[in-house]
């Protein structure tokens, strides 16, 4: 099962673990989490070929998130190492229909620390930007991602600065515009 089927089926079992709980029974997540990569050299080369990346974000900072990988032979269930990407939702943006993207730079170094000490606040999926081209040449790699979080809200670079840089998917592209425009002209 992919990674969105299960924090999709999740949500929903959470959803309707709240409608149904009592007093008596405390209410739980089914899953959380994020993929600890084999090296960041894995990482590095995902990011640089526009590949989907599982990450994390601590402490709320909506302006970074990180990815975790194992560092050389060590799979310490207490270190946890992560590369950490940060983005501006103000700079070299791109909205295709409906979805918001911008560029992430990965910081030089990376972190390595205690798994029990870290505050993991939110997950995410780094999903690349691809543009089509015309006359069946391959897409081409943009160099930008948007984020969807495990709550189902997404980047939003339409927000005023100073708010948080995630919020729920609107439908702003004009061919769903059009369409809805088509259907209430019947």
């Not at 989490?33 to 909506?62: A, T």
């Not at 100073?162 to 439908?171: L, Q």
Request: charged share 25%.
């Amino acid at each position: 099962m992919t990674k969105l089927s299960v924090l999709h089926r999740t949500t929903e079992l959470n959803n309707l673990d709240r409608f149904f709980s009592d007093e008596k029974t405390e209410s739980r997540d089914v899953y959380r989490g994020f993929h600890i990569f084999p090296s960041k050299s894995v990482v590095m080369s995902r990011y640089k070929e526009g590949k989907p990346l599982s990450c994390f974000v601590l402490d709320n900072h909506k302006d970074e998130v990180h990815v975790a990988f194992f560092e050389k032979n060590d799979r310490s269930q207490n270190q946890l190492s992560y590369a950490t990407f940060s983005y501006d939702t103000t700079v070299a943006t791109i909205k295709e229909s409906g979805v918001h993207f911008c560029k992430f730079v990965c910081e030089d170094t990376h972190s390595a620390v205690d798994r029990n000490v870290i505050n993991i606040t939110d997950y995410a999926i780094m999903l690349p930007y691809f543009r089509e081209q015309t006359n069946n040449r391959p897409r081409l790699y943009q160099y930008q991602y948007s984020l969807i979080y495990s709550d189902w809200e997404v980047l939003r670079i339409d927000l005023p600065p100073n708010h948080k840089k995630k919020g729920p998917a609107t439908a702003e592209c004009k061919e769903i515009l059009e369409f809805i425009r088509h259907l209430q002209t019947k």
